[in-house]
């Protein structure tokens, strides 16, 4: 499979539609939109043999917590998880964090196995737990917060 991954674009907005089917094209447009003409934040999305097969959102900050980035929105499409595009997603997001970034964080449901295993695999070490931290029609359950020193 050829893996390519890439800043987010435009033309990704249909794509990206198959990794988050509850949004709607407008949203995911303006989402696209307010990443490209900002500084604060990074969209890239992982192209699999052609399409869009993950996506992973960087939150930047001001000072005075510009040396953190808070990591969300991991996503790889399910017929193509378990191929290491997470990992990949996961590695090149950390390779592209600025010299003044020390603290990675990401937020994660606790069902979420597979992500907490993948972001334990890299260095990341739980910090805290939100008890009942997702709670939606989809599941409840608690939100693991994890960190990576860099």
Known sequence: MKLDIREIKPEDAKSLLNLFPHWEINIVKK?????????????????????VAGHIKANFHWKPRR????????FVLEKLRRKGIG???????????????????AK???NNTISLKLQKNLGFEKFATLENGVDNAKEKCDLIYTKLKL
């Open 108 to 110: 994660t449901s606790a």
């Open 67 to 74: 040396h953190l980035v808070e990591l969300e929105s991991l």
């Open 31 to 51: 989402r696209i939109e307010i990443t490209l003409a900002g500084r604060h934040e990074k969209r890239f999305v992982a192209i699999a043999n052609g399409e």
């Open 87 to 105: 990992t990949a997603l996961l590695q090149h997001t950390l390779n592209q964090m600025p010299k003044n970034v020390n603290i990675v964080t």
